[in-house]
């Protein structure tokens, strides 16, 4: 093929990929999952050997959402790239590896997003920006975190290694936030490092305590809309489920739903089927 025949194409994403990642369909118990997923990724070598417990603080309400891990935090220059589709520099059997989970989450939880974060021997640093403000990735404000960027009587000295992410204007109603049920899914769902002591999470006031992977709390965290979509039916230990495949057609399949004992790192977070 000659240079003649050759057609440039020009692969540079566009921001309004955001607002596409926002109508994903993800559940804020997905959203919530990808980001303590992140955080696990960025253990300190200290809490990877296990000599310290990943700590994890969630806040939420139908107004605001806040993540604040004690991990190893990021660079100034790792913090401008984490919205870049595609780049990453997790590899191997970490949980976000593909470089796409904190790009998808963030705009399908809300709209105005706040990231604070610091690394151990470096400056505090932050990122800031409006989703349906921006027109292009110049848009998104990033530098070092300074006193008068934390609400009184906070000050940058109260800021710990670690990273911290604000969301505010939620794109989910207070309808599709079920404290108690956001709460029994993370329970579930990191049942195995709230057990072996890999990580401790706070949601809201409360720590979360690991609750035993039984078919009964799997069911229990099911809608109403759930069941009648999907048309639960638990017979003998089993579960059938009836699902579309094509425009006029349904097929049943007869299987068990259930939580990993350890964690898929391919994709699959915690259920099987």
Same mark, same amino acid.
């Given at each position: 093929?000659? #240079?003649?025949?050759?057609?440039?194409?020009?692969?540079?994403?566009? @921001?309004?990929? %955001?607002?596409?990642?926002? $109508?994903?369909?993800?559940?804020?118990?997905?959203?919530?999952? *990808?980001?303590?997923?992140?955080?696990?990724?960025?253990?300190?070598?200290? &809490?990877?050997?296990?000599?310290?417990?990943?700590?994890?603080?969630?806040?939420?309400?139908?107004?605001? +959402? @806040?993540?604040?891990? +004690?991990?190893?935090?990021?660079?100034?220059?790792?913090?401008?790239?984490?919205?870049? =589709?595609?780049?990453? $520099?997790?590899?191997?059997?970490?949980?976000?590896?593909?470089?796409?989970?904190?790009?998808?989450? =963030?705009?399908?939880?809300?709209?105005?997003?706040?990231?604070?974060?610091? /690394?151990?021997?470096?400056?505090?640093?932050?990122?800031?920006?409006?989703?349906?403000?921006?027109? #292009?990735?110049?848009?998104?404000?990033?530098?070092?975190?300074?006193?008068?960027?934390?609400?009184?009587?906070?000050? =940058?000295?109260?800021?710990?290694?670690?990273?911290?992410?604000?969301?505010?204007?939620?794109?989910?109603?207070?309808?599709?936030?079920? =404290?108690?049920?956001?709460?029994? %899914?993370?329970?579930?769902?990191?049942?195995?490092?709230?057990?072996? *002591?890999?990580?401790?999470?706070?949601?809201? !006031?409360? +720590?979360?305590?690991? !609750? *035993?992977?039984?078919?009964?709390?799997?069911?229990?965290?099911?809608?109403?809309?759930?069941?009648?979509?999907?048309?639960?039916? @638990?017979?003998?230990?089993?579960? &059938?489920?009836?699902?579309?495949?094509?425009?006029?057609?349904?097929?049943?399949?007869?299987? +068990? @739903?259930?939580?990993?004992? $350890?964690?898929? /790192?391919?994709?699959?977070?915690?259920?099987?089927?």
């Amino acid at each position: 093929m000659t #240079s003649k025949n050759l057609l440039k194409i020009d692969a540079t994403p566009d @921001v309004n990929i %955001y607002s596409k990642f926002a $109508k994903s369909g993800a559940s804020i118990e997905d959203c919530i999952s *990808e980001l303590i997923d992140n955080s696990y990724d960025a253990r300190t070598p200290k &809490q990877i050997e296990g000599n310290t417990q990943l700590l994890i603080h969630i806040e939420l309400s139908d107004k605001r +959402f @806040v993540i604040r891990d +004690f991990a190893s935090g990021m660079k100034l220059e790792d913090l401008r790239t984490c919205l870049a =589709l595609g780049k990453t $520099k997790k590899s191997g059997a970490k949980l976000g590896k593909y470089g796409f989970g904190l790009k998808r989450v =963030l705009p399908t939880l809300g709209d105005e997003i706040t990231i604070r974060t610091k /690394t151990g021997g470096t400056k505090a640093n932050y990122m800031k920006l409006k989703f349906s403000k921006i027109r #292009s990735f110049l848009d998104i404000e990033s530098g070092e975190l300074t006193d008068e960027m934390f609400p009184p009587p906070l000050k =940058l000295n109260d800021f710990d290694v670690g990273t911290e992410i604000e969301v505010n204007c939620l794109n989910f109603s207070s309808e599709e936030i079920n =404290l108690d049920r956001v709460k029994r %899914y993370l329970q579930l769902a990191y049942c195995p490092f709230i057990k072996e *002591e890999q990580m401790l999470i706070k949601f809201n !006031s409360e +720590f979360l305590v690991p !609750s *035993e992977r039984t078919l009964q709390p799997i069911l229990s965290i099911m809608t109403e809309e759930d069941v009648k979509k999907y048309k639960y039916k @638990v017979k003998n230990e089993q579960i &059938q489920i009836n699902f579309d495949i094509g425009k006029d057609s349904v097929k049943k399949v007869t299987g +068990f @739903v259930a939580f990993l004992d $350890k964690r898929s /790192t391919i994709g699959n977070r915690a259920l099987t089927n």
